[in-house]
């Protein structure tokens, strides 16, 4: 019914920049907010940076400052400008949204995840 795709992963030096996106498309009926995860092997999925409704932003504090997490309305996007980037940024981003869809009875609330796109800096 929902669907998150993600592309813009790959391969960056270090102190590069990566620009991710994400789009939602399904039978939407709102969005509470999107976001972006990370995995890196052998640890846990951690926050990168979430905006809901309302813009305003939240940053793990490893990426403050190096990466901007913003949205397009109209197309369902979600976007992360990922700069100076580090080996310790390598990992599996995930999108992740808030989502509300209509059902037969009502409307329900769930989180909705993309199937992660890798990326990986070194030298």
């Known amino acids: 019914q929902v669907q998150l795709v993600e592309s813009g992963g790959g391969l960056v030096q270090p102190g590069g920049s990566l620009r991710l996106s994400c789009a939602a498309s399904?039978?939407?009926?709102?969005?509470?907010?999107m976001g972006w995860y990370r995995q890196a092997p052998g640890k846990q999925r951690e926050l990168v940076a979430t905006i809901p409704s309302d813009g305003r932003t939240n940053y793990a504090d490893s990426v403050k400052g190096r990466f901007t997490i913003s949205t397009d309305n109209a197309k369902r996007t979600v976007y992360l400008q990922m700069n100076s980037l580090k080996p310790e940024d390598t990992a599996v981003y995930y999108c992740n949204a808030r989502i509300t869809i209509p059902t037969l009875t009502r409307f329900r609330q769930d989180d909705y995840w993309g199937q992660g796109t890798q990326v990986t800096v070194s030298s």
């Open positions: 399904g039978s939407i009926f709102s969005i509470k907010a």
